[in-house]
């Protein structure tokens, strides 16, 4: 309750933007007063003259002199005010405290004129209009907080009544104001006052309002300029200051240098420490990154990455203190910083470009433990053109029929028969000819533009499909290799299905490999494609059991129809003597779970005889055949090399 009084009267404290707000409205209010007060006051001067001159209005000397004096102060401080409050709005700056004094010696002015001039109106029978209007002029159009507005009304009011009573009243004789002149000033004190707070509580809003989104623009602007987290500046940021630099003729471009840093292991951090002590750790590599790169731009790009856009020299120098403040902060996590630099030509302009190249640089070093800084070079020139050649043009290797598909024979390992064939991708492109899948897959993956090949995939091995069965060859079921990405960009479950559909292929012939580390990312949209998937008839393999961690975990949570066993099982097969253990009780194990096994990798005779003796159901690998187009491998069926 008490608070709601506080605020009711003004009371509360207020913000210095509400107080700068009701000082420059009331300045603006003073124009408007000033003005019609000038006006009036020139004009009843005139109008008093020329009645004095004329003799029409025979009056004392006194009275005169009291009218003249009231006229010109009134004009005075209306003149006063109106040069103050327009030279305020200009911009032009004087002391608040003289922009106080002024408005309350106007405000009190007004209310000496209006009681002077209403007393003498009164005494003759006229209304006291006047001093209604100066009461509006000095407590509703001026805006007070509402225990000085209340306080200088009643004050007035109370002045003016007290003088009233002390004369006789017009129409009676008699001493003292008239029941109806007591009820008329009782309902003037009342409207004047709600008009004062209505004007204050207007303005209060107002001023509010314009407050919040003066905080709100101020918010945006930090954020616009400004990470939220770590404080220092932001890509919006660099990036526009980075433009300048590289435009700028005065720019030594042989003494700078874009870095690019990432701090390598940080989401382990993260898992060990928490994500709130991880954002704090950011915090604070910000600021050494700021205080080890002085009078350079620095931002921090995105995550745990950073750029800097700073002078040549000494640069790796301060790379290494860098490296060594992170590790000395790292705690239990090995955390190693991974800086790639790009000195840009002088013709280069664009930041997003220049600081791509200083990434690239920064990524080719990555998971080599014993370096830290790699400048970007003819050698890595030539693979980021490779690169950017194959985002920019996947669309048309697709379009024009560059990208083939390759078939690889998984055999039997009982009939030695080919009992089905893994689907892969190779692009044979026009310009630098084959491309490995190992280049341009995991490309297609970090710019999320996979499902666009994995889609093409599936369409031609489906309609290659529907050509061996119109043809009645030998027809083998067919794998499918999916991106985890593909269940993220696009509805590859929805995909498959319509496909098959579209070329009447019986879903017995198609099934799906997935990745064991795809299942480690724990996304939740995989379980329920991989439970799809098997209800709508498709068989699903685990490919790659054994690259990962959590081998055993995943065959605990997912179902899977086929296990295909990594080739690094077998890349120590013959020095190794752990391998054929390990091979031979995770063959034991699919058997246990109901799945075939499948070892990939089979390069020799011996490989291949182990396999068959523990047991593994299938096997697949160069000793067979490496990846080839469709008529190659009929060629090899129709040779006796292989057999349907």
């Keep these: 309750m008490k608070q709601f009084i506080l605020e009711k009267l003004g009371l509360q404290k207020k913000s210095r933007y509400v107080r700068d707000f009701f000082y420059a409205a009331n300045m603006r209010s003073s124009i408007y007063m000033s003005v019609v007060i000038i006006a009036i006051e020139l004009w009843m001067i005139i109008r008093l003259l020329i009645r004095q001159l004329s003799g029409v209005d025979p009056r004392t000397a ?37 922009g106080h004094i002024l408005t309350w010696s106007f405000m009190f002015i007004c209310v000496f004129f209006g009681v002077q001039i209403s007393l003498s109106d009164y005494k003759i029978g006229e209304q006291v209009l006047t001093f209604l209007t100066m009461e509006l002029f000095a407590a509703c159009l001026l805006t007070w907080y509402p225990y000085i507005g209340i306080s200088i009304i009643s004050l007035s009011y109370g002045v003016f009544y007290y003088m009233l009573e002390q004369l006789p009243a017009f129409n009676t004789g008699l001493p003292g104001t008239t029941p109806a002149t007591k009820i008329n000033l009782l309902t003037m004190w009342l409207a004047t006052v709600m008009c004062s707070l209505s004007s204050y509580n207007r303005t209060l ?20 300029q400004h990470d939220e987290m770590t404080g220092i500046h932001n890509m919006v940021y660099f990036r526009s200051e980075a433009e300048k630099m590289l435009r700028y003729v005065t720019t030594d471009k042989e003494n700078i240098i874009f870095l690019f840093f990432d701090i390598e292991n940080f989401k382990s951090y993260n898992d ?21 790169f002085r009078d350079s731009l620095v931002s921090r790009f995105s995550d745990d990455h950073f750029v800097v856009l700073t002078h040549t020299d000494g640069a790796e120098d301060n790379i290494r203190r860098l490296s060594e403040e992170v590790r000395r902060r790292q705690g239990n996590v090995n955390l190693q910083i991974k800086c790639g630099g790009y000195k840009p030509d002088k013709d280069e302009k664009d930041p997003s470009i220049v600081c791509d190249r200083a990434r690239f640089a920064c990524n080719s070093i990555k998971k080599h433990p014993h370096r830290t800084f790699r400048l970007y070079d003819k050698k890595l020139d030539d693979k980021y053109r490779l690169k950017q050649y194959i985002v920019n043009n996947i669309d048309t290797a697709i379009d024009n029929g560059y990208i083939k598909v390759f078939y690889q024979p998984i055999i039997s390992s009982g009939s030695s028969t080919v009992t089905g064939l893994e689907a892969l991708a190779r692009w044979d492109d026009p310009i630098h000819g084959m491309i490995s899948p190992a280049v341009f897959i995991v490309i297609l993956e970090e710019y999320r533009q996979i499902y666009k090949l994995d889609q ?21 079921p067919v794998s499918l290799n999916f991106s985890r990405l593909d269940f993220e960009l696009c509805d590859i479950v929805g995909f498959l299905c319509d496909t ?6 019986d879903k017995k012939y198609i099934d799906v490999e997935i990745t064991e580390s795809a299942l480690n990312d724990q996304q939740e949209f995989l379980p329920t494609a991989i439970r799809q998937l098997r209800e709508h008839g498709f068989r699903v393999w685990l490919d790659d059991f054994g690259s990962g961690y959590s081998s055993l975990n995943v065959l605990k949570d997912y179902q899977f129809d086929v296990l295909k066993i990594d080739m690094k099982f077998l890349s120590g097969f013959t020095d190794n003597d752990k391998s054929k253990p390990i091979l031979e009780n995770i063959v034991d194990l699919t058997k246990q779970l109901n799945m075939v096994s499948l070892t990939e990798g089979v390069e020799t005779a011996e490989q291949f005889e182990f396999l068959r003796s523990i047991g593994c159901e299938r096997v697949q690998g160069f000793y067979f055949s490496k ?8 060629e090899k069926i129709q040779n006796g090399e292989l057999y349907m």
């Design 205 to 224: 809003s107002q001023a509010l309002k314009d407050e919040n989104l003066e905080q709100l623009n101020s918010h945006l602007s930090e954020i616009s």
């Design 627 to 634: 990846p080839v187009p469709m008529e190659t491998l009929r």
């Design 500 to 505: 098959v559909k579209k070329y009447d292929i």
């Design 272 to 292: 060990k420490y928490g994500f709130g002590e991880g954002n704090r750790f950011l915090k604070e590599f910000a600021g050494i990154i700021n205080d080890t």
């Design 62 to 98: 006194d009275y005169y002199v009291t009218h003249y004096f009231n006229y010109g102060l009134l004009l005075a401080i209306g003149l006063a005010m109106l040069v103050f409050a327009m030279r305020f709005v200009r911009g032009k700056k004087y002391s608040r405290r003289l």
């Design 456 to 476: 093409y995939i599936t369409d031609k091995v489906c309609r290659d499909m529907r050509d061996a069965l119109d043809s009645f060859t030998g027809v083998v």
